[in-house]
């Protein structure tokens, strides 16, 4: 499983609620698509996380890259319904950062 982290912060007025249900209605569509795995929407608690972090973290999982790069070509159209979705959650977020994390051992590691 390959999982995609994506931190960030709100953009000054955006509240958590309307953000929280954008990146919903967003990432439910790339999933209905088949484009992703399955995803999850976390959010500090207390403050409490390294300063280099965000308040927002989500974690995007993958059965394999080509689930992502089909999910980038997507919403790379910028075309009808996808590009209203991204552009929800993208407007609303500040200080983004991301990573591409796998599962390890890969299922397909040999030991000697």
């Known amino acids: 499983m390959n999982l995609y982290h994506i931190w960030a ?13 954008a990146v919903h209605a967003y990432l ?3 999933r209905k698509q088949g484009h992703i795995a399955s995803y999850r929407i976390t959010r500090r608690k207390f403050g409490f ?12 999982e993958l059965e394999n ?3 992502l790069d089909d999910a980038f070509m997507l ?3 910028r075309d009808g319904e996808i590009e209203k979705l991204h552009g929800r ?3 609303s977020v500040s200080d983004f950062a991301s990573a591409l994390y ?3 051992p890969d299922d397909v590691r040999t030991r000697i």
Request: charged share 20%; aromatic share 12%; glycine share 8%.
């Open 9 to 21: 912060n709100l953009r000054p007025g955006v509240k958590d609620l309307d953000f929280v249900d």
């Open 28 to 30: 439910g569509y790339i």
């Open 49 to 60: 996380s390294p300063p280099s972090l965000c308040d927002f973290h989500i974690i995007i």
């Open 65 to 67: 890259l080509q689930q």
């Open 75 to 77: 919403v790379a159209t």
């Open 89 to 91: 959650v993208y407007g």
């Open 102 to 104: 796998r599962d390890f």
